[in-house]
């Protein structure tokens, strides 16, 4: 047998005939070819045993109503500065699967430094993924116990991946089917009896940190750091969870341990940001069929126009200039309120994210102005004006 023919003899008796044909995976990729991928990969599975993401659970509750805060491993950080502001949460927003956050972006850093952005795809089903030059990531099914997958071509290392639902691009959407997503990290978590049991952001159910599922050993083999948190109005005036010792609090990767029962308890439980690192790149050495990393990472959903700020206001014109922040979608417009008459004065106006609108607008001194969020109906938060507790601005 010539040598050619005996190494491709061997390769085929260890990785099977399918290692000679490596399936390429690439940006852009066809969601008939990535689904074939999948497919062939069988991303299903069943998950693990365990409570459910919304079931009362007296057996681990306090005598105040909550669970225990999970600690968090030395391999996983939270920071919470910079927090952000949103509505409240989606209905049902603690079961979402990879089909339903298409849009998002994720970056990559290669083994040799280089990056690349590319955006979440809905798949078929319940499935969603990202396919770049030379890797995949797949998720499908409820993110609270089903696997995110990652797969790389031959060659191709990966030393860190970055995912940001919370920038999901919305401004596509239908009205009332606008949302941006968040990591749900656990934090306070609910517990029975119901009416007695708060949850640390009231909507978003159970939450847990990235546990790695893949490879089993060795264990783990990353490094994560959550940021952005996430804050809804909800919470803000939830009488339970609206004060100061809830509030987020930062944890360092590696932290000394501390004499304290709160030592790396989180005190939020939602981030719009996940930063995966791998210290030692992962991917490029394995066939393909082989997954080269996978993890659980629980995921929430939240209405994303989040408050407006009034730039100015010339009376002498009525020009109303504000600025609106709608993580990258969301409609809303300005109501007016005279004793019992609503009625809309401008907008609606359709958002993409960080956008600055003006509006002709003469302000009456007998009544009430506010911004309203289109897809919830809800008012939003009045920044650099006086507001009553409806967040109103009455002149």
């Avoid at 044909?21 to 852009?28: I, M, S, T, V």
Wanted: aromatic fraction near 8%; charge should be negative; include cysteine.
């Amino acid at each position: 047998m010539k040598k050619t023919s005996l190494l491709l003899a061997i390769s085929a008796s260890l990785y099977g005939t399918y290692a000679l044909a490596e399936d390429q995976l690439y940006a852009g990729m066809p969601t008939a070819a990535v689904e074939s991928f999948l497919d062939k990969m069988d991303i299903s599975e069943e998950p693990p045993e365990g409570m459910s993401e919304n079931a009362p659970d007296p057996g681990l509750a306090s005598f105040m109503g909550l669970d225990p805060a999970q600690r968090l491993p030395n391999n996983i950080a939270v920071d919470s500065s910079n927090a952000i502001y949103l509505p409240k949460m989606c209905p049902e927003s603690f079961a979402v699967n990879g089909y339903e956050m298409a849009k998002f972006p994720v970056t990559v850093t290669f083994g040799d430094e280089t990056q690349e952005t590319q955006w979440w795809t809905a798949g078929t089903g319940t499935k969603g993924y990202v396919a770049g030059t030379g890797w995949l990531l797949a998720q499908k099914d409820d993110t609270w116990n089903h696997r995110w997958t990652l797969f790389t071509n031959t060659g191709v290392s990966i030393k860190q991946i970055v995912l940001k639902p919370l920038e999901r691009k919305a401004s596509g959407d239908n009205p009332g089917e606008k949302r941006v997503y968040t990591f749900d990290i656990g934090g306070k978590r609910p517990s029975a009896p119901a009416p007695a049991a708060p949850e640390h952001t009231p909507g978003s159910a159970r939450g847990q940190f990235v546990k790695q599922t893949l490879p089993t050993a060795p264990s783990p083999i990353f490094t994560a750091t959550y940021t952005d948190p996430v804050y809804t109005v909800t919470h803000d005036t939830d009488p339970q969870t609206n004060n100061a010792p809830l509030d987020g609090n930062t944890i360092p990767l590696n932290e000394a341990p501390k004499l304290s029962n709160n030592y790396r308890k989180p005190t939020h439980d939602l981030y719009g940001t996940l930063t995966i690192d791998f210290p030692t790149p992962v991917g490029g050495t394995t066939p393909i069929e082989a997954i080269d990393f996978a993890y659980i990472a629980d995921t929430d959903c939240v209405l994303p126009v989040r408050e407006g700020k009034v730039v100015s206001y010339d009376p002498q014109t009525n020009t109303l200039v504000m600025k609106i922040l709608a993580e990258n979608g969301g409609l809303a417009a300005i109501m007016q309120r005279c004793g019992a008459n609503v009625s809309t004065v401008a907008g609606p106006f359709d958002l993409t994210g960080d956008d600055t609108i003006t509006a002709s607008l003469q302000l009456q001194s007998d009544c009430c102005y506010s911004l309203m969020n289109v897809d919830t109906l809800e008012t939003v938060k009045l920044l650099k004006v006086n507001t009553n507790a409806d967040n109103e601005y009455c002149p």
